[in-house]
C-alpha cells in the first residue's frame, strides 16, 4: 500500500504489478506523533481530527 507518488514509476517500468487493478481496499488511518511541544503538530492533529469522523472514514458515507 503506497501513495501513487511512490509506486508510480515503479509500475510504469515493470518493476511492481498490480495484481487486483480494479480493486481497492479501504483502512482505517490512524495519526501519530511523539509527545513532543509543537505547535505545527499540535494545529495538524487538530485538523486531521476534524476532518475525519471517530468512526473511519470507510464508514462515512
Same mark, same amino acid.
Given at each position: 500500500?503506497?501513495?501513487? #507518488? &511512490?509506486?508510480?514509476? /515503479?509500475? &510504469?517500468? $515493470?518493476? =511492481? *504489478?498490480?495484481? @487486483?487493478?480494479?480493486? @481497492? *481496499?479501504? *483502512? !482505517? =488511518?490512524?495519526?501519530?506523533?511523539?509527545? =513532543?511541544?509543537?505547535? +505545527? +503538530?499540535? @494545529?495538524?492533529? !487538530? #485538523? =486531521?481530527?476534524?476532518? /475525519?469522523? #471517530?468512526? $473511519?472514514? @470507510?464508514? #462515512? $458515507?
Amino acid at each position: 500500500m503506497l501513495p501513487e #507518488a &511512490q509506486h508510480r514509476d /515503479f509500475l &510504469q517500468d $515493470g518493476r =511492481l *504489478v498490480d495484481l @487486483a487493478p480494479r480493486h @481497492a *481496499v479501504r *483502512v !482505517e =488511518l490512524s495519526w501519530h506523533c511523539w509527545n =513532543l511541544d509543537s505547535p +505545527l +503538530l499540535t @494545529a495538524l492533529g !487538530e #485538523a =486531521l481530527r476534524a476532518g /475525519f469522523p #471517530a468512526e $473511519g472514514i @470507510a464508514k #462515512a $458515507g
